[in-house]
């Protein structure tokens, strides 16, 4: 009886956290979706004319900023973050990794902002003496969003590289592969599907994270065509322009999370996929 009790409690919870979920994707696509529909997805998604109070609606700039920002935090972040997994799971003493994994994983709670405030007063000056522009650029965010995605990469995919049996290894070495060789050979591919899951998830992170790159993108209405040149991402078009927003502005703005909210959820549906073939 007990038992049946805190069972139906439990997916009480369950179902609220889904309901929660759905609630909150009908009501932007029920907000979004009459704009996209009335100007046409094509004129919406195609377009780079965006002047909402004169009627354009194009969010091709905000689409091509969140691809090139994120597209560069993945290069960063996940070899960075791969490597640093292969590391800790072949190479670094145990007591190490005991210490390290947990200090690598605080980094998933500290603030977006906090990383934001480093990027303005240290990375932003930086980039603007070394390589010149203004400093607020698609690499700026690039490299702050690397940074940010670093304790999902590494921590997917050093379970997965753990979850290898050891049996696999122990083979490997006793027919004379090196430790390096072991790891490139057999280890990576057979924690394929979980490092490509942490890569995904990580992605799906960088593409939706606002605060940090509002602070050092620069936040223009350009496709950028440097490395060096600002960019405006669609998380940050929603933020910047919400607080006064009404009407049709506002109702292309739920447009803009309804896009948003389509390319997430393509993610992680990628990603699911991927976890479901791991080892």
Aim: hydrophobic share 55%.
């Amino acid at each position: 009886m007990r038992e049946k009790f805190f069972e139906k409690i439990l997916l009480l919870c369950a179902l609220s956290a889904v309901t929660a979920l759905f609630l909150i994707a009908l009501f932007i696509f029920y907000e979004g979706l009459p704009l996209i529909f009335r100007i046409g997805p094509a004129n919406f998604i195609l377009s780079s004319n965006w002047a909402p109070t004169k009627g354009h609606f194009g969010i091709l700039p905000m689409i091509v900023g969140s691809l090139q920002v994120t597209v560069l935090a993945l290069i960063l972040g996940g070899t960075l973050g791969l490597a640093c997994a292969m590391f800790l799971a072949e190479f670094a003493p145990r007591w190490s990794v005991r210490i390290l994994k947990p200090l690598i994983e605080l980094l998933a709670g500290i603030p977006s902002v906090v990383y934001g405030f480093i990027g303005v007063l240290v990375l932003v000056p930086l980039i603007r003496r070394t390589l010149g522009g203004p400093g607020f650029s698609v690499l700026a965010a690039g490299i702050i969003l690397g940074i940010m995605i670093l304790p999902t990469v590494i921590a997917i995919s050093l379970d997965a590289l753990n979850a290898v049996p050891l049996s696999y290894k122990e083979g490997s070495l006793a027919v004379g592969a090196t430790r390096w060789q072991t790891l490139y050979r057999l280890t990576l591919p057979a924690a394929k599907s979980g490092i490509i899951a942490s890569l995904i998830l990580a992605m799906g992170r960088a593409i939706g994270e606002t605060m940090a790159v509002i602070m050092v993108a620069g936040n223009a209405l350009i496709i950028p065509k440097s490395p060096l040149e600002p960019v405006r991402t669609l998380t940050s078009n929603i933020a910047l322009e919400m607080g006064y927003a009404s009407g049709t502005h506002q109702e292309a703005l739920f447009a803009t999370g309804v896009v948003l909210f389509i390319i997430v959820a393509l993610l992680n549906t990628f990603a699911l996929l991927a976890l479901r073939k791991k080892v």
